[in-house]
Nanobody, 117 residues
């Protein structure tokens, strides 16, 4: 059974920071490509950050130089450090394996990030 539990979302002012965490079970996050996705109201879910088993990271242009994805192999967690937050970052954030169809049905509840003054 795969479980992905996201936490750390909150209401924050523009320019603020948050750190999201994803606790995984039933999947070894260091063995596969893992990503943080977000879905804003009325929009499709998008992949914003990814990390490979080798530790290489990629980001969508809109979050480059502001967000950092990282992984703790001992804890089997994937984190997302978000700095200089903007109102357009407001969304529900999810972590999930990338590109592996057998995990498609295993989505967590997500964590709400709201950036507003």
């Amino acid at each position: 059974q795969v479980q992905l539990v996201e936490s750390g979302g909150d209401l924050v002012q523009p320019g603020g920071s948050l750190r999201l965490s994803c606790a995984a079970s039933g999947v070894i996050v260091s063995a596969i490509n893992m990503g943080w996705y977000r879905q804003a109201p009325g929009k499709e879910r998008e992949l914003v950050a990814a990390i490979t088993p080798g530790g290489a990271t990629t980001y969508v242009d809109s979050v480059k130089d502001r967000f950092t994805i990282s992984r703790d192999n001992a804890k089997n967690t994937v984190d997302l450090q978000m700095n200089s937050l903007k109102p357009e970052d407001t969304a529900v954030y999810y972590c999930h394996p990338i590109g592996i169809s057998r995990y498609d049905r295993y989505w967590g509840q997500g964590t709400q990030v709201t950036v507003s003054s």
